[in-house]
């Protein structure tokens, strides 16, 4: 990875990186890229980071804004045999602090001043502070020899959503990220590999794992284009977008679900696309119905993958047109597929005893996959705890259909005694349009309490009266709009801290002894 944009730039690539604003380790670079260019700025910042003291075997920590530029910056401390560890600036301060004590960073690259003792030396973007160093300071530093590592030793670490508290900081390898889910991803596959004339659109949270992953493989692959969108605005998208139409696109589920008004529009920007991908949460099926209507594609195709990052994708299932038309009570998007043939393995298994249990029976998830993470930072105690055998613990409740395919019901912390959250999630927003988003949260001694986001914070009480008419016992609906929803640097909603505002505590059915 220390050397990705050479090798692309030596087989010819004539990729372009096309950005919604400048990067943030190089705003007089513009926002068109070549591989080249990009080479060139992973060789530069390696000889920043060297120049400041950082070497083999340290650990870097990135803490900034949203942008595609963490995976440059992850390039470039590999290149001098460093270990990257990118931490999303979505952080609060209490989680940041958290992480940066376990990492003891040697570097940290940031744009903002950070608690005392977070790390030996910091480096600064854009104007330092009393203690930083400035990157521009030390650009021009020649850059040392690139350091091979072997393939089981740490090449990154990318932290979880932290959905449930303080992200978990995993630590993954050449072998676990690149040879078992990137190269077989950079593979141009029919249908679904990406090929040379495509524009392929990205809005991530690019502090996370997927996108090292993402970017590894889709350079590799040497598209025609490539966009990026830091900010999931509409506005921003609709720009973006519409200067370079994509043919395949991968978003947070957060960023479809606001885009649905855009897809609608006569501004439409997805004509072209042909297939899209979905990972890191849930989707519903309004948010895919609308963007499949949205291509005028004869078959556009949604990959919708589960996996999590220790263990990379696990199932993918295609979801069509066809597939989405019929509204009906069974969720149509909790059915995730299977593992690719010869992949991860899934077992379901009794939440106490752990033996495991018949098709048909729902219980706790677990997979087996030769891409599992090697450990947590500072935690590896709790990493142990979660790996059984070959197998890992997901944490997550389904189902195992006959036929080997996966229904999800909910994450353990989240459960309802009887019910699935997700599926009550898909049938209300499939009946209320103007539901741009709907959580239902469980606490004990409670009826599940629905959370709505619209547009205005509003419901018409008649409509939500027919709407959950045939459902199980509800509590009132809260409704609120999308600005007062807290959410991880991912766009997954943080559950337990939406419960505790709500409620004033957050005591729920789940254990969450495996979040």
């Not at 139409?245 to 997805?270: G, H, I, K």
């Not at 043939?341 to 033996?355: E, K, N, S």
Request: net charge positive; glycine share 8%; aromatic share 6%.
């Amino acid at each position: 990875m220390g050397t990705l944009f050479d090798q692309c730039a030596d087989r010819g690539s004539h990729t372009v990186l096309h950005l919604d604003r400048p990067l943030d380790i190089a705003p007089e670079a513009g926002t068109a890229l070549t591989v080249t260019r990009l080479a060139e700025l992973t060789a530069e910042l390696a000889g920043c980071l060297a120049a400041l003291g950082a070497g083999p075997g340290d650990r870097v920590a990135v803490v900034k804004r949203n942008h595609w530029d963490y995976d440059l910056i992850a390039c470039a401390a590999i290149r001098i045999g460093a270990l990257p560890a990118l931490i999303s600036g979505h952080l609060p301060e209490g989680a940041l602090e958290s992480l940066l004590k376990r990492l003891e960073p040697a570097v940290v690259l940031t744009d903002r001043p950070l608690p005392a003792g977070s790390a030996r030396r910091v480096l600064a973007l854009g104007e330092p502070w009393p203690g930083a160093t400035a990157l521009d300071d030390l650009r021009g530093t020649p850059s040392p020899p690139v350091r091979r590592r072997g393939a089981d030793e740490p090449l990154v670490v990318n932290h979880t959503s932290g959905t449930t508290g303080a992200p978990k900081l995993v630590v993954h390898t050449t072998r676990t990220i690149i040879d078992t889910l990137a190269r077989p991803e950079s593979i141009r596959w029919p249908v679904v590999g990406t090929r040379r004339d495509d524009t392929v659109a990205n809005a991530s949270s690019y502090a996370h794992g997927r996108t090292f992953c993402w970017t590894a493989a889709v350079f590799s692959a040497a598209p025609r284009k490539i966009a990026i969108l830091s900010e999931h605005d509409p506005a921003i998208a609709a720009r973006v977008l519409s200067e370079h139409p994509p043919t395949t696109v991968e978003a947070l589920p957060s960023a479809y679900v606001r885009w649905q008004r855009l897809a609608a529009s006569r501004d439409n920007p997805f004509r072209a696309v042909r297939l899209y991908v979905s990972t890191y949460d849930a989707m519903h099926p309004p948010a895919v119905r609308t963007l499949l209507a949205a291509s005028q594609r004869d078959r556009p195709l949604w990959m919708q993958g589960w996996g999590q990052t220790e263990t990379g994708p696990i199932t993918f299932r295609f979801l069509t047109r066809r597939a989405l038309a019929a509204r009906s009570r069974h969720p149509t998007t909790r059915h995730l597929g299977r593992p690719l043939p010869g992949g991860p393995r899934l077992r379901v298994v009794d939440p106490v005893t752990f033996r495991p249990l018949p098709r048909g029976t729902p219980g706790l998830v677990l997979t087996r996959t030769a891409a599992r993470c090697t450990g947590y930072v500072g935690e590896q105690d709790r990493w142990r705890a979660k790996a059984i055998g070959p197998w890992w613990n997901t944490g997550d409740l389904g189902v195992l259909t006959r036929t080997g395919a996966l229904l999800l019901l909910d994450r353990e912390v989240d459960t309802i005694p009887g019910l699935s959250c997700l599926e009550l999630e898909d049938v209300i927003e499939d009946r209320l349009p103007e539901v741009v988003e709907c959580v239902v949260l469980g606490a004990t001694g409670r009826l599940p309490l629905p959370v709505l986001v619209t547009e205005d914070g509003r419901i018409d009480r008649d409509r939500w009266c027919l709407a959950v008419a045939d459902l199980p016992a509800l509590a009132e609906p809260h409704t609120v709009t999308w600005p007062e929803v807290p959410r991880t640097g991912t766009g997954k909603v943080r559950r337990l801290e939406l419960l505790t505002r709500l409620l004033g505590r957050a005591e729920t059915h789940g254990s969450g002894r495996w979040t």
